[in-house]
């Protein structure tokens, strides 16, 4: 079942119905619940995307990009980021600001704690 989204009315009804499936906890849909919740987050994406205009403006060509976006999208600092990974807190903000090349435990960090695609990673390294 393909979900096409036409108007704002129609976004804000799905949206809706969303919620109402997400409230009732994963573990307690059916499998033809969590197909349709995915079809409609799906469509509420594209929606999103296309028409509200939420997507990014340009999508992330660094590492840097990428993990200053996920930062933001987690409310997080370099600091909690540094914390989280294990490491120093210069040594994120000097990779970061480009005083210093990525290592492989920077990597690791980032794909564990931001859930970067690793041949992202692997390609822009």
Do not use: C, W
């Not at 799905?14 to 197909?35: A, Q, R």
């Not at 594209?46 to 990014?56: A, N, R």
């Not at 989280?84 to 807190?89: D, F, H, I, R, V």
């Amino acid at each position: 079942m393909k979900i096409e989204i036409k108007t704002k009315k129609e976004y804000h009804e799905l949206m809706v119905e969303i919620y109402k499936l997400m409230n009732k906890e994963e573990k307690k849909l059916t499998k033809i619940e969590l197909k349709k919740l995915t079809e409609m987050s799906l469509a509420a994406q594209l929606f999103e995307e296309t028409v509200l205009g939420l997507k990014p403006f340009k999508e992330p060509e660094t590492i840097t990009e990428l993990v200053e976006l996920k930062l933001f999208e987690r409310k997080m600092t370099q600091a909690n980021l540094a914390n989280e990974m294990g490491l120093a807190k210069s040594k994120v903000s000097e990779i970061l600001n480009g005083k210093r090349k990525a290592d492989i435990v920077f990597l690791k960090g980032i794909h564990k704690v931001l859930k970067i695609d690793a041949k992202f990673l692997l390609e822009k390294a």
